[in-house]
């Protein structure tokens, strides 16, 4: 396992983290959720961004994140400490844990003053109830108003932003992203890898009835695959398939070392349903070496979706 500070930060977090918000508590048993658990800290992972899951192993050997969630008709808004207290004291009772290491504020919530929002996160890591803070999902504007308000009012500014990151959604993290984190430091943890399973070829021929597309409340995958852009992008998956075949390694694998390869990428977060799964995806620490520039340079011209930097367009 490689391990890499997160952002600018002085948290060191395993490359290849354990994520959970699918499988964990709906679509896999809580005895293959402690197996996935245990072959993940075996394996040398040390981060995991949890659901209600619990690991074995000493507290400070291992790096646990959690979201608040916000902006439904029953939340309040994030911004509101007590709301804020309530759902982390939540987390860590299920989690039986007496902190966590990052808090992820999940969406910004335009309706609060972005110094609300970040009074509240500076908040809870005073409390000791996390050390630090990232965002999730928010555009890089806005991570650049809550660095701005921090720094302004003497507050504690998130150090990493959890964005989706795979072959066919490039912009944000390898555009406007690294250009953060040479300016203040926020580093990326990335999330979907695989395309919710797109880019491993299972969609190849139709919906297969055990797959995430098939799953209640995941109409929106099964009409993403089978529309014209799907349709064209499995295609491309094809053509990289081959590629990774005659690199000796699985789609799977070669889509993970890619996102791997990517400036500011501190952490890619694994998302499997049995331990197989785990295994293979792990063994994409093995081809690392094998994104050299004339790999990424071929991917690139079967992808035809290479972003460009400000630099290269004013260029």
């Known amino acids: 396992m490689k391990y890499r500070n997160l952002g600018k930060s002085g948290l060191r977090v395993s490359c290849l983290g354990l994520g959970t918000w699918v499988t964990f508590g709906s679509q896999i048993s809580d005895e293959m959720a402690e197996n996935l658990m245990t072959i993940a800290y075996e394996s040398g992972v040390n981060l995991f961004d949890t659901a209600e899951v619990y690991a074995s ?41 007496d902190y966590v290491d990052i808090v992820f504020a999940n969406r910004n919530d335009v309706n609060s003053p972005m110094e609300e929002i970040v009074r509240a996160m500076t908040f809870v ?26 720094r302004q009012f003497n507050l504690i500014p998130p150090v990493c932003e959890q964005a989706e ?4 959604q490039r912009d944000k993290v390898e555009v406007q992203l690294p250009e953060l984190y040479h300016k203040i430091g926020v580093g990326a943890m990335t999330w979907s890898p695989l395309a919710c399973g797109l880019i491993t070829g299972k969609y190849s021929d139709g919906v297969p009835e055990s797959s995430r597309a ?14 014209e852009e799907g349709r064209r992008q499995l295609a491309k998956i094809k053509e990289l398939h081959l590629l990774a075949d005659r690199l000796g390694c699985t789609a799977a694998q070669l889509a993970i070392a890619w996102c791997l390869r990517s400036e500011g990428v501190s952490s890619v977060l694994l998302g499997v349903s049995n331990t197989d799964q785990l295994i293979e995806n792990l063994g994409a620490l093995q081809i690392l070496s094998q994104m050299t520039p004339q790999t990424i340079t071929e991917i690139d011209a ?14």
């Open 57 to 97: 192993g000493r507290r400070s050997s291992f790096v646990i994140t959690t979201k608040i969630y916000w902006g439904g008709q029953m939340l309040h808004s994030v911004s509101d400490p007590h709301y804020l207290f309530a759902g982390l004291r939540g987390s860590l009772s299920r989690l039986q844990l």
């Open 125 to 150: 890591i005073n409390q000791g109830m996390a050390m630090y803070w990232g965002t999730s999902r928010w555009s890089a504007m806005e991570i650049m108003e809550a660095y701005s308000v921090a």
């Open 165 to 168: 990151y795979h072959y066919f």
């Open 214 to 227: 098939a799953m209640k409340g995941y109409q929106w995958l099964k009409e993403r695959v089978s529309s």
């Open 302 to 315: 079967l992808l035809g979706n290479k972003p460009h930097s400000k630099k290269e367009s004013r260029a």
